[in-house]
């Protein structure tokens, strides 16, 4: 059985990881609540500049714009985004495991398959697997709209000048605290999701003021821009929500352990009362005898 001691010195090292993992579990929760304000923020802008990139592509005439061409897809870009730090469950080794199967399923379908990372933990994971084409790294504390820009024009850099044919996106999708949907989205080439509209709605007749071809110049870049920046919300979003979950489920761990070494502490304690009073009385026996 473990010494007095050393049950002791256990019991005071669980209960300061109790206090660190509590002390995180508030941090977490009050970034949290900035992050999902900032994803419901972004949601309706992304949605609104899909629905503008629609009207504008159906009434796109002549050549089509160099990003909304399709090629035939022989080299794929997967571009994943993890977070900086760890201690956040199974937020980023569940989204690289899905990257991996996607990339081993997929494997035999294009030339090259190559992978731009988005904080540490990504790169972490898939340098050692494959090369990395790029990594941005310690990036996502504070979500920075310009750092989303800057990638977005590596990206469109890269796929006009054909090292890319097709660029997918990867990411922890923010739904609730405890659960986020891995997601992939086809960034490039750009296709415009299709809107619902009601049946009896009369068609709408736009004037454009400079061209269709222009506007989408424009609102193109603009929108592999928008769509980065709401996926690394998400991101941030999902791992401060999937860390409060995990540090609220380590220290309720920890206290159960308190627990049981509290127990254990004062069986060995009685243990060890039970054998000094023994030793006294068989040395006042053996002194009577």
Same mark, same amino acid.
């Given at each position: 059985?473990?010494?007095?001691?050393?049950?002791?010195?256990?019991?005071?090292?669980?209960?300061?990881?109790?206090?660190?993992?509590?002390?995180?579990?508030?941090?977490?929760?009050?970034?949290?609540?900035?992050?999902?304000?900032?994803?419901?923020?972004?949601?309706?802008?992304?949605?609104?500049?899909?629905?503008?990139?629609?009207?504008?592509?159906?009434?796109?005439?002549?050549?089509?714009?160099?990003?909304?061409?399709?090629?035939?897809?022989?080299?794929?870009?997967?571009?994943?985004?993890?977070?900086?730090?760890?201690?956040?469950?199974?937020?980023?080794?569940?989204?690289?495991?899905?990257?991996?199967?996607?990339?081993?399923?997929?494997?035999? /379908?294009?030339?090259?398959?190559?992978?731009?990372?988005?904080?540490?933990?990504?790169?972490?994971?898939?340098?050692?697997?494959?090369?990395?084409?790029?990594?941005?790294?310690?990036?996502?504390?504070?979500?920075?709209?310009?750092?989303?820009?800057?990638?977005?024009?590596?990206?469109?850099? /890269?796929?006009?000048?054909?090292?890319?044919?097709?660029?997918?996106?990867?990411?922890?999708?923010?739904?609730?605290?405890?659960?986020?949907?891995?997601?992939?989205?086809?960034?490039?080439?750009?296709?415009?999701?299709?809107?619902?509209?009601?049946?009896?709605?009369?068609?709408?007749?736009?004037?454009?003021?400079?061209?269709?071809?222009?506007?989408?110049?424009?609102?193109?870049?603009?929108?592999?821009?928008?769509?980065?920046?709401?996926?690394?919300?998400?991101?941030?979003?999902?791992?401060?929500?999937?860390?409060?979950?995990?540090?609220?489920?380590?220290?309720?761990?920890?206290?159960?352990?308190?627990?049981?070494?509290?127990?254990?502490?004062?069986?060995?304690?009685?243990?060890?009362?039970?054998?000094?009073?023994?030793?006294?009385?068989?040395?006042?026996?053996?002194?009577?005898?």
């Amino acid at each position: 059985m473990a010494s007095l001691k050393s049950i002791k010195k256990r019991i005071v090292s669980v209960k300061n990881t109790r206090q660190i993992t509590k002390a995180m579990k508030m941090v977490s929760a009050a970034k949290l609540r900035r992050a999902q304000e900032n994803v419901v923020a972004a949601r309706p802008y992304a949605r609104k500049l899909g629905e503008v990139l629609q009207a504008l592509a159906g009434n796109l005439e002549g050549d089509l714009h160099p990003l909304l061409e399709k090629r035939e897809a022989k080299k794929l870009l997967l571009i994943i985004i993890t977070s900086d730090r760890g201690l956040c469950g199974g937020f980023n080794s569940n989204l690289c495991k899905a990257g991996e199967r996607f990339i081993k399923e997929n494997k035999s /379908a294009y030339e090259q398959i190559s992978v731009m990372t988005v904080g540490r933990k990504g790169n972490e994971f898939f340098r050692s697997r494959l090369p990395v084409y790029k990594n941005f790294s310690n990036v996502l504390a504070k979500p920075n709209y310009q750092v989303a820009a800057q990638i977005a024009h590596d990206v469109i850099e /890269a796929y006009q000048a054909e090292e890319f044919d097709q660029v997918v996106l990867l990411f922890n999708s923010f739904r609730t605290v405890m659960s986020q949907d891995i997601t992939f989205q086809q960034l490039l080439p750009v296709v415009p999701e299709e809107t619902s509209s009601k049946e009896d709605a009369a068609p709408v007749e736009f004037i454009y003021e400079p061209s269709v071809g222009e506007l989408l110049a424009e609102i193109l870049p603009k929108n592999i821009e928008v769509q980065l920046f709401k996926s690394m919300l998400e991101s941030v979003a999902g791992e401060h929500g999937a860390r409060m979950t995990a540090m609220d489920s380590a220290s309720k761990n920890a206290s159960e352990m308190i627990g049981k070494l509290t127990l254990q502490y004062n069986r060995a304690r009685q243990a060890a009362i039970t054998t000094e009073l023994m030793e006294i009385i068989s040395g006042s026996e053996s002194i009577k005898g």
